[in-house]
């Protein structure tokens, strides 16, 4: 298999970079005693604390079930609510409904795509105090939402971090730059392993924080909420004999699930981890000629506007377009670059939007949404790409767009 993306190749808007390092990892896990609970899952989980930054990080089956276990370690519970931007992938929202809590769709700047203190305000506006438990801002794309603001501005809420666009970030949360995933200011990280995000596992998921106690809780969650450490035990008839722990014995606090990263997986992560410098100086690289070249093409296409505070690692590069303006459809040019060898995606379409959602919580008036989502384009943006294959996508845009 070719690494390098040829001018014929189709350029899909994201993809995985596998390489011989990566399979001979998966083939050690296979080939020795444990494909699931056992030292590549400790190795991996220290590995990626240690390159975020973080007291604690805890792997687990995918972004969403990470979400899901967050959203127990925080204590939400039935009629909590939790502000979740409007813009992002469906799992933000559906976490906070798995634990019967509401969400509550905040709009976002039209141009960053971020959700910021100013519109977390106005969805939370008229609302009794204390009804409001947590916030789960979304890092977008790979540039990072001012969460300094956030936490002076609500300092009582939970914050539970999605960065499953972020990994290999950094930004600024009041004492210098630090890394997305080093939990600054509290709470939970999250971050996906998807093969389309920065680095692969097939399916899984990272969850980063400094709190002991929502490490254990998210263990917990992971695990079918079992406790195996004598110390810990709330029977201490039934988990000791002669003054001494039962070795078979474990004791369930929690309804948990099994949400675990199998070894399989782990490996495969750990050895990801170790090029993730690599990818996100890719992204960066490609992601700037992008800029350049795109915001050459005039007034009714530009790149998304990047946020302040942050040195972001870039999972999707997006241009914003103004389709009307230029007499098309977003529809027709998607197909038009398709047929071109070059792929492109939406995101996201608004999750209030969404006929669960609606039917819900009725319309939601989110200007900054719908004008972020009327516009927004994925274009290929991937660490095999070289620079010729933006210059290619760019130009065969530009054709398709009559500019
Ligand atoms: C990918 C993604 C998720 C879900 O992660 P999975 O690993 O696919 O479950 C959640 N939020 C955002 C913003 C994502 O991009």
Same mark, same amino acid.
């Given at each position: 298999?070719?690494?390098?993306?040829?001018?014929?190749?189709?350029?899909?808007?994201?993809?995985?970079?596998?390489?011989?390092?990566?399979?001979?990892?998966?083939?050690?896990?296979?080939?020795?005693?444990?494909?699931? =609970? /056992?030292?590549? *899952? #400790?190795?991996?989980?220290?590995?990626? %604390?240690?390159?975020?930054? $973080?007291?604690?990080?805890? @792997? !687990?089956?995918?972004?969403?079930?990470?979400?899901?276990?967050?959203?127990?370690?925080?204590?939400?519970?039935?009629?909590?609510?939790?502000?979740?931007?409007?813009?992002?992938?469906?799992?933000?929202?559906?976490?906070?409904?798995?634990?019967?809590?509401?969400?509550?769709?905040?709009?976002?700047?039209?141009?960053?795509?971020?959700?910021?203190?100013?519109?977390?305000?106005?969805?939370?506006?008229?609302?009794?105090?204390?009804?409001?438990?947590?916030?789960?801002?979304?890092?977008? =794309? /790979?540039?990072? *939402? #001012?969460?300094?603001?956030?936490?002076? %501005?609500?300092?009582?809420? $939970?914050?539970?971090?999605? @960065? !499953?666009?972020?990994?290999?970030?950094?930004?600024?949360?009041?004492?210098?730059?630090?890394?997305?995933?080093?939990?600054?200011?509290?709470?939970?990280?999250?971050?996906?392993?998807?093969?389309?995000?920065?680095?692969?596992?097939?399916?899984?998921?990272?969850?980063?924080?400094?709190?002991?106690?929502?490490?254990?809780?998210?263990?917990?969650?992971?695990?079918?909420?079992?406790?195996?450490?004598?110390?810990?035990?709330?029977?201490?008839?039934?988990?000791?004999?002669?003054?001494?722990?039962?070795?078979?014995?474990?004791?369930?606090?929690?309804?948990?699930?099994?949400?675990?990263?199998?070894?399989?997986?782990? @490996?495969?992560?750990?050895?990801?981890?170790?090029?993730?410098?690599?990818?996100?100086?890719?992204?960066?690289?490609?992601?700037?000629?992008?800029?350049?070249?795109?915001?050459?093409?005039?007034?009714?296409?530009?790149?998304?506007?990047?946020?302040?505070?942050?040195?972001?690692?870039?999972?999707?590069?997006?241009?914003?377009?103004?389709?009307?303006?230029?007499?098309?459809?977003?529809?027709?040019?998607?197909?038009?670059?398709?047929?071109?060898?070059?792929?492109?995606?939406?995101?996201?379409?608004?999750?209030?939007?969404?006929?669960?959602?609606?039917?819900?919580?009725?319309?939601?008036?989110?200007?900054?949404?719908? @004008?972020?989502?009327?516009?927004?384009?994925?274009?290929?943006?991937?660490?095999?790409?070289?620079?010729?294959?933006?210059?290619?996508?760019?130009?065969?845009?530009?054709?398709?767009?009559?500019?």
């Amino acid at each position: 298999m070719n690494d390098t993306a040829s001018p014929k190749t189709f350029l899909p808007y994201g993809r995985q970079q596998i390489d011989a390092e990566d399979e001979q990892a998966v083939l050690d896990v296979l080939r020795g005693d444990w494909l699931t =609970t /056992g030292p590549a *899952v #400790d190795a991996y989980e220290e590995a990626f %604390a240690d390159r975020v930054g $973080a007291q604690h990080a805890v @792997a !687990c089956s995918s972004g969403t079930a990470g979400l899901h276990m967050a959203a127990i370690a925080i204590g939400l519970d039935f009629g909590d609510v939790v502000v979740v931007p409007s813009v992002t992938f469906l799992a933000t929202a559906n976490a906070v409904r798995y634990v019967n809590a509401d969400v509550l769709f905040a709009d976002v700047d039209p141009e960053t795509g971020l959700v910021g203190a100013e519109q977390i305000a106005r969805a939370i506006a008229g609302l009794s105090e204390g009804t409001v438990k947590a916030i789960f801002p979304v890092h977008l =794309t /790979g540039h990072t *939402v #001012d969460i300094a603001s956030l936490r002076s %501005a609500f300092p009582h809420l $939970a914050m539970v971090e999605d @960065a !499953c666009h972020a990994l290999g970030g950094e930004y600024d949360a009041g004492k210098g730059m630090v890394p997305v995933g080093s939990c600054p200011l509290g709470g939970i990280t999250m971050f996906s392993t998807h093969p389309v995000k920065t680095i692969a596992t097939g399916e899984g998921g990272v969850l980063t924080t400094n709190s002991q106690v929502l490490a254990n809780r998210l263990r917990w969650a992971r695990n079918h909420g079992m406790v195996r450490e004598p110390e810990r035990f709330q029977n201490r008839v039934m988990g000791f004999e002669n003054g001494e722990a039962a070795p078979w014995y474990y004791e369930m606090h929690l309804p948990g699930y099994n949400y675990r990263l199998s070894d399989v997986n782990a @490996a495969l992560g750990l050895s990801q981890l170790r090029k993730l410098d690599r990818f996100v100086a890719r992204r960066r690289a490609l992601r700037q000629r992008y800029a350049e070249r795109i915001d050459a093409l005039g007034p009714h296409v530009a790149m998304q506007k990047v946020a302040q505070g942050c040195n972001p690692a870039w999972h999707l590069a997006v241009a914003l377009i103004d389709f009307a303006a230029l007499g098309t459809t977003r529809t027709a040019v998607m197909n038009a670059l398709r047929d071109r060898g070059i792929g492109t995606q939406v995101h996201y379409i608004p999750v209030h939007r969404q006929p669960y959602y609606a039917k819900r919580y009725g319309p939601l008036n989110l200007p900054g949404a719908d @004008a972020y989502y009327a516009r927004c384009l994925s274009l290929p943006l991937f660490p095999a790409m070289e620079e010729s294959d933006v210059d290619r996508v760019v130009d065969e845009l530009a054709d398709v767009l009559k500019l």
